[in-house]
């Protein structure tokens, strides 16, 4: 399995924006997809974005999509998400996540077999 760490959460004022980090432990980095997701205080995780092992592909959450941008930079073991045009309902606890095995393309959260500790994002209105 693959070590995650998060940075770059932060408080910031609506329409303001955030670049998240996550970097990755591993050789095999470039073999995962990543994925991003939130949980707010109260509310269940729910899922952000994900990006292929290539990074050809990327998937986002119908209310985050045009707003944020998911990538990756295998070279650096490192996935970005970047947070544009925030809102105040995209409050959370953001972590990233891999899946339990290389070449795994997970539909849910279950999929994900490794998380990181989580940065907390606020955006005040």
């Known amino acids: 399995q693959v070590q995650l760490v998060e940075s770059g959460g932060g408080l910031v004022q609506a329409g303001g924006s955030l670049r998240l980090s996550c970097a990755a432990s591993?050789?095999?980095?470039?073999?995962?997809?990543m994925g991003w997701f939130r949980q707010a205080p109260g509310k269940e995780r729910e899922f952000v974005a994900k990006?292929?092992?290539?990074?050809?592909?990327?998937y986002y959450l119908d209310s985050v999509k045009g707003r944020f941008t998911i990538s990756r930079d295998n070279a650096k073991n490192t996935v970005f998400l970047q947070m544009n045009s925030l809102k105040p309902e995209d409050t959370a606890v953001y972590y990233c996540?891999?899946?339990?095995?290389?070449?795994?393309?997970?539909?849910?959260?279950?999929?994900?077999?490794?998380w990181g500790q989580g940065t907390q994002v606020t955006v005040s209105s």
């Open positions: 996540a891999a899946p339990v095995a290389p070449y795994r393309d997970p539909t849910t959260a279950t999929g994900f077999g490794s």
């Open positions: 591993g050789r095999t980095f470039s073999r995962y997809t």
């Open positions: 990006i292929s092992w290539s990074g050809g592909s990327t």
